[in-house]
């Protein structure tokens, strides 16, 4: 028998990046027990896949992986498999009759208890899991959550189901594992959150036995907010940028776009989802402000700082969305002029209150065909946008490598490519900030010099 200092993970993260984020705190529990990771699946002793149920394509992906497993199985029956992360919301028994090659079904709030289920004796003592310190497979890129859950319940969304009540994490451990990111080289830090702007909210515990529809959370007295925390980050010491995700348009106070406009690590990008274009749309969709809202609430981001690039999330073919509804939403794209945004077709997840309590009635053939219609208002707008950056000289985050050709993130989280990477000074390259000068536009990406 193989010691198991020998032996080796494969980790698979299907999803968001606070799943990637996870998968860190996982890849350390690994590596602490004597795992070594390895790319190859079939080469495993130990597969563990951190899983996501924002859609039902991305649960599918997983059950699409029996028969991969079957075969790993076969070929080594001392293999252990795991399961973590989102779909554990389903009971037990769904879970094995559906995915019958895996041995454990690990909510990720417990991942703590992992070493039990592989037989190491490492014991972990902490509170919360997100207490457990990550192992990243990045020296330039951190993730850090900042909170736990949801407690918004929008009507499509299922993770108040799969990750809880929302909670925070303390100020203090959050500007720790800042720090040790920014001591170890980190050059981007990403705060995490289903909703960063309710950051602040009361501990977990106080949430407990409470119902679905309880009222929402009140900031504690004296805690510090998600505008404070940033410009905490923000004073740590050090050449990097801080990005933040998931906002939600009806938390966005005006400290925080205060905060985005003197933060200077803060680079020139937002996420905001808008979901939909049309009131009746979001108030079935229990999104909680107005299409008014959402405009005001981006022309003034847009005032306070100048230049910066909006994303956007939008669903098409909700519930019930009719073609005059859509075309609110055609009208929001046009005016509002994004960047660039994550358009998904509608699909209904267990428990939600849109699958319980209202019909999927627009075709997969309209969604699809609306979601075309945004993503051609997307390519020109967003063209337009990259427009303005022709000429100008940008100091971008070289994040990747492909066939011998270099791309990196502009503070406005444009791909941009380095079109003559044979100038890159003597040590430089990944993870590393470079000044470009773009010479070429397209809607999904830029052509940047190195000078």
Not at 33 to 46: I, K, M, S
Not at 144 to 161: K, Q
Not at 331 to 341: G, P, Q, T
Not at 368 to 396: F, H, P, Q, V, Y
Request: hydrophobic share 35%; with cysteine; proline share 5%.
């Amino acid at each position: 028998m193989r010691e198991k200092q020998s032996q080796k993970y494969y980790l698979k993260t299907f999803g968001c990046q606070s799943n990637l984020a996870d998968s860190n705190r996982i890849r350390w529990i690994l590596e602490s027990c004597g795992y070594q990771n390895t790319v190859q699946e079939n080469g495993a002793d130990l597969i563990v896949y951190n899983t996501c149920s924002v859609r039902e394509s991305a649960e599918n992906r997983v059950f699409g992986r029996n028969k991969i497993l079957k075969k790993i199985k076969e070929k080594n029956p001392r293999l252990k498999t795991i399961l973590t992360g989102c779909m554990t919301h389903y009971p037990k028994n769904i879970l094995e009759n559906r995915l019958p090659y895996i041995d454990y079904f690990l909510p990720i709030k417990d991942i703590a208890s992992l070493p039990e289920k592989i037989g190491s004796p490492l014991k972990i003592a902490v509170e919360e899991y997100l207490s457990i310190p990550p192992k990243t497979d990045s020296s330039f890129r951190t993730l850090i959550p900042i909170s736990y859950g949801c407690n918004n319940f929008c009507s499509y969304c299922v993770v108040p189901f799969a990750r809880g009540r929302e909670y925070s994490r303390s100020a203090k451990e959050i500007l720790a594992e800042a720090k040790k990111a920014v001591k170890n080289g980190a050059k981007e830090i990403w705060l995490l959150g289903q909703n960063v702007n309710s950051y602040g909210i009361t501990e977990k515990t106080s949430w407990e036995g409470k119902t679905k529809t309880g009222a929402k959370p009140k900031i504690k007295k004296g805690c510090a907010t998600f505008a404070d925390l940033l410009r905490a980050v923000n004073k740590i010491p050090g050449n990097f940028w801080i990005r933040f995700t998931s906002a939600h348009p009806k938390d966005f106070s005006n400290d925080l776009i205060k905060a985005m406009a003197k933060c200077e690590k803060f680079p020139k990008y937002l996420n905001l989802p808008a979901q939909s274009g049309d009131d009746e749309v979001l108030k079935r969709m229990n999104r909680g402000y107005t299409r008014k809202h959402f405009i005001k609430l981006i022309e003034k981001i847009r005032r306070r700082v100048p230049e910066i690039a909006v994303s956007t999330d939008t669903i098409v073919g909700f519930c019930g969305e009719t073609e005059k509804e859509f075309s609110n939403t055609l009208k929001l794209y046009r005016e509002l002029k994004f960047d660039m945004a994550f358009i998904a077709e509608y699909s209904p997840r267990p428990n939600t209150a849109s699958a319980l309590a209202l019909k999927d009635s627009v075709t997969h053939q309209k969604k699809e065909t609306r979601r075309k219609k945004l993503t051609e208002i997307l390519k020109k707008t967003a063209a337009e946008n990259s427009e303005k950056l022709r000429g100008k000289i940008l100091l971008i985050l070289v994040d990747e490598e492909k066939n011998s050709r270099f791309f990196g993130k502009s503070p406005q989280n444009k791909t941009v490519e380095i079109v003559n990477p044979h100038t890159f000074r003597k040590g430089a390259g990944i993870g590393d900030f470079v000044k470009v000068k773009i010479v070429g536009i397209s809607p999904w990406l830029l052509k940047g010099e190195l000078i």
